[in-house]
């Protein structure tokens, strides 16, 4: 009789010990796929970080690094990871899915209604959200840059997100 309740016991804490790694290889594929989706994020911000200063164009050509505007520049980034962007911004905003400015994740694009052609509700700029409150994006003077999302011109323009990895 104590014989068959310390097998009863072993077979039991087999069982549980079975189901809780079965449940642990499940929540770590889960968790390989997030850091997979943060990786490639990462990866488009430190390709796009290479082009710092590289000078702003308006209406750039997509066939050239010598020059960007913020969505040639959106479009170069991603499409070495194989995100093929439309080519302008407004058209940008229109892919992948929306997010809330309190849930960006590296790699999402942020939009902006900035510049001589603002209305304050068109969208006429986009950027690549870094973490921390940062974007990297190209305008003006600075060319490719990064900023803070949370601060001057870009706080006061910001209008949505959308992730597209």
């Not at 009863?8 to 804490?13: E, F, H, Q, R, S």
């Not at 069982?15 to 889960?30: D, K, M, S, Y």
């Not at 796009?48 to 913020?70: H, I, L, Q, V, W």
């Not at 409150?133 to 997100?161: E, F, M, Q």
Request: with cysteine.
């Amino acid at each position: 009789m104590n014989m068959q309740k310390i097998i009863k016991k072993v077979i039991i804490a087999g069982v549980a010990a079975t189901i809780g790694f079965g449940t642990f290889a499940i929540e770590g594929t889960n968790t390989a796929q997030a850091a997979t989706t943060t990786s490639v994020g990462q990866k488009v911000i430190n390709y796009g970080e290479k082009y710092m200063g590289t000078p702003y164009k308006f209406g750039a050509s997509t066939s050239t690094t010598r020059n960007f505007d913020c969505s040639s520049f959106m479009k170069h980034i991603f499409k070495k990871y194989g995100v093929n962007l439309p080519r302008t911004s407004v058209q940008q905003s229109k892919v992948g899915h929306a997010v809330s400015k309190s849930n960006l994740k590296k790699g999402d694009l942020v939009f902006f209604s900035s510049g001589s052609r603002a209305t304050g509700r068109n969208i006429t700029h986009v950027a690549v959200y870094m973490g921390g409150g940062k974007i990297l994006h190209t305008y003006g003077g600075p060319g490719v840059t990064i900023s803070n999302l949370d601060s001057g011109n870009w706080k006061k323009t910001y209008i949505k997100a959308r992730r597209v990895l």
